[in-house]
């Protein structure tokens, strides 16, 4: 039996929901929430809301935008993406591995350049949010 959906109507939810992305987290996010959001969660929930906004353009289900909304909020709050970096790093050999505390700002050891950490988790939670946002919208 093949998907009623086609090859297309998949790549448009895909574009959709980069685009709602870049517009929720990039446009929508003022800078009291970026600042604010690690730190307490009524500025991590009020930034999941208004970043949501966007996503109803690409999906009017409630369980992907629950999905969204929660994980969104979640993801930023704890700074997630350094934790996986973290994790990530661990795949080498055991004197580049570092402790947690050594890495904890961005999941990068200290001697890292800052600009080049900072980015690196930029674009590892950028990714984080969009694998989590296209599964939601095409799953659910």
């Known amino acids: 039996m093949t998907s009623s959906r086609s090859t297309t109507g998949r790549g448009c939810d895909v574009v959709g929901v980069l685009l709602a992305h870049l517009v929720g987290d990039y446009l929508l996010q003022s800078h009291w929430m970026a600042n604010e959001k690690t730190k307490r969660w009524w500025p991590a929930w009020a930034h999941a809301l208004t970043y949501s906004l966007p996503f109803l353009l ?16 979640v ?23 570092l402790s947690w505390q050594d890495c904890s700002a961005t999941g990068y050891p200290p001697d890292a350049p800052p600009w080049l950490a900072v980015w690196l988790m930029i674009i590892s939670d950028n990714t984080i949010h969009l694998l989590i946002n296209v599964a939601a919208v095409r799953y659910l």
């Open 75 to 97: 993801v930023d709050r704890y700074r997630l993406a350094r934790h996986v970096i973290w994790v990530k790093n661990l795949a080498a050999p055991k004197s580049w591995r």
């Open 58 to 73: 690409v999906t009017q289900s409630p369980a992907a935008l629950a999905v969204i909304v929660g994980t969104h909020a």
